[in-house]
């Protein structure tokens, strides 16, 4: 239904698609092409794609503050801890960050998790 006294972000959501097919295909390139670059380059980039994605996700006005907050931190955290950017992703149930970062920063995600959702979700998975 819609509501005549609300605002819709239509720009934002059609600009979001094309800006994420964008985003997508570059990534794509970039992990096929990453014999050319350094590691660290190549996860930097995608980490940031990510973050332009969970940004634009959040601009047309899906997502929810506790994945904001936790992308938030992750971003804080940064590549010298082992943290290259986090997006909201799931099929509408809610509260779900693809993360990606080095293995040895898992101990530094799992307290980072438990810390912001031990009162509010059922748990933590990790997919390797």
């Known amino acids: 239904r819609i ?3 609300r605002s819709y972000p239509v720009r934002a959501a059609a600009t979001f698609a094309v800006e994420e ?4 295909t570059q990534a794509v390139r970039s992990l096929r092409e990453a014999t050319d ?3 660290e ?4 980039e995608v980490g940031t794609s990510l973050l332009a994605s969970h940004s634009g996700y959040t601009g047309i006005g899906l997502g929810c503050p506790e994945t904001d907050a936790m992308v ?3 971003q804080r955290l940064g590549p010298t801890r082992g943290f290259y950017g986090g997006r909201i992703s799931g ?3 809610g509260g779900t960050v693809v993360v990606l970062l080095e293995e040895s920063a898992l101990p530094d995600l799992l307290a980072l998790a438990d810390s912001m959702t031990s009162s509010r979700t059922g748990g933590l998975r990790i997919l390797r």
Not at 21 to 24: E, F, I, K
Request: proline residues 5%.
């Open 21 to 24: 097919h964008a985003r997508a």
């Open 72 to 74: 938030d931190a992750i």
């Open 91 to 93: 099929g509408g149930s």
């Open 37 to 39: 670059r350094s590691r």
């Open 41 to 44: 380059d190549v996860l930097e």
């Open 3 to 5: 509501a005549p006294d």
